[in-house]
């Protein structure tokens, strides 16, 4: 049956209106899984489901797979890890691409991985609710679009939505006061935008470190708000990645032992940080990694500019942000003419998953990796795990062969 047109629209009529959208519902019954994010993901998922011989429907609420990279990050990002660590299942990265691939490149790699798999996300399918109905043994998945109303149903679902969904908008006092641009690395694409201007940027992780090397290329003059610890490491050590060489030495050492290589190679190559105002974390890398989620910075040139003076530390918190500038813990005031967050993302789960106690308040699965992935009834989790995409690629793997099995019962039950 259509879905018919929306009525005209009238303020006096809402409850009417909204009855009417409602009755416009069309149920969707999907044979499958119900995969909900189309970006590495979902992908790697929906890919793992195909070579075991189950489809899927992945529901996308933007207009492209791979959203994220294709639509809120700046122009400058290249993969922190080698390549050969950021593969998907069954696909690897074309043999002319570089060590690090360009995000452009990265996008490709992963609009050719779709291609291969047949996968077809289903676009503009924004999931407002999911819940399991217990009557019916069956999950049901509410999206919108500008013109429908639609509600999946299946026997699983999986959550690709990932750790990185919404960005973090912090709650500083005043910000709103500001006169000139605030925006979050989400929107941000290029230094060119910001040239000869001193720019506050709030947030010290890979982000912002590496918005403030960017800004320092077209002339700004960036401060950088480093209030918490951080670890900055090389990215690579003697010719090798540092990610390469930290996995190789736990193959045969402790995790204690390799934390104070990295870092005595990382003081040795990069000078201690604290005299920059960048105090290290009593915890080291991996294991802060392992605790937490929180990444060391993988240093790619912001941080000689540092030493060089052109990207300016600020030690202390931000009070308060002024119509012309920033005042800081200690005391200090300064002028800027932007700011700029780079305050991270976010998981949203919670604000569409319902009736499920599988997720945290913060949208991350309860049980830590390696046993976040497969919660109960049906419902799954891929891309939660800190680990970036070698973690979604191990989630990836268990869910299809989870289902797969499940998949070959039900079909020799209901031939």
Known sequence: MGTPPPPPHDNNNNNNNNKKREQSRNCVFVHGPIIVGAGPSGLATAACLHQNGVGSVILERSDCIASLWQNRTYDRLKLH?????????YMNFPDHF??????????????????RFSIHPKFRQSVTAAEYDDAAGLWRVDTHTQEDLVQYCSRWLIVATGENAEP???????????????????????????????????????????????????NASPHIVVRNSVHILPR???????????????KWLPLNLVDKFLLTVANFNLGKTEGLGIRRPKTGPIELKNATGKSPVLDVG?????????????????????????????????????????????SNVPTWLKGSDFFTKDG???SPFPNGWKGEKGLYAVGFTRR????????????????????????????
């Open 81 to 89: 890890l080698p390549r050969q660590f950021c593969e998907l299942p």
């Open 98 to 115: 570089p060590k690090y691939p360009t995000k452009h490149q990265f996008i490709s790699y992963m609009e050719s991985y779709a291609d």
């Open 168 to 218: 973090v908008m912090p709650d500083i006092q005043g910000i709103e006061k500001f006169k000139g641009p605030v925006l979050h690395t989400n929107v941000y694409r290029s230094g060119s935008e910001f040239a000869k201007q001193r720019v506050l940027v709030i947030g010290c992780g890979n982000s912002g470190m590496e918005v403030s090397l960017d800004l320092c290329r077209y």
């Open 236 to 250: 690579e050590m003697f010719g090798i990645s540092t990610f390469s060489l930290a996995m190789m030495l736990l």
């Open 302 to 346: 912001a941080l000689s500019q540092i030493k060089a003076g052109k990207i300016k530390v600020v030690e202390a918190g931000v009070k308060e942000i002024t119509k012309n500038g920033a005042k800081f813990m200690d005391g200090q005031e300064k002028e800027f003419d932007s700011i700029i967050l780079a305050t991270g993302y976010k």
């Open 364 to 366: 991350m699965p309860k």
């Open 388 to 415: 970036g995409l070698l973690g979604t690629s191990a989630d990836a793997v268990n869910i299809a062969r989870d289902i797969s099995q499940q998949w070959t019962m039900i079909n020799k039950r209901f031939p």
